[in-house]
């Protein structure tokens, strides 16, 4: 598995853009079911298993003190340390 890359290095490469993130964020938060979803074209990923993989994003997201830009924060840092087939 070592041709895996991280979503944020395909973030760098310019095949996943900064509004697919966002709306992978967003779509997380407001729906945090298991499951593939498309993050850009081609390309999916389980962003529950994936938050659940980044032990301080599924930290943030249990304190329900964390504001919801700390909640952003810890699914988007969660993402993008992700592998993606």
């Known amino acids: 598995m070592a041709d895996q890359r991280t979503l944020g290095e395909l ?3 310019n095949l996943v853009s900064d509004e697919d993130l ?8 407001a729906d945090p079911t298991l499951g593939p979803r498309q993050i850009a074209d081609g390309i999916t990923l389980d962003i529950t ?7 301080w994003a599924t930290d943030v997201l249990a ?5 919801e830009a700390a909640r952003r924060n810890a699914v988007r840092t969660a993402i ?4 993606v087939a």
């Open 11 to 13: 973030l760098k490469a």
């Open 22 to 29: 966002n709306a992978a964020v967003s779509g997380y938060l």
């Open 49 to 55: 298993a994936a938050v659940l993989a980044n032990r």
């Open 63 to 67: 304190d329900e003190e964390m504001s």
């Open 80 to 83: 993008l340390l992700a592998r």
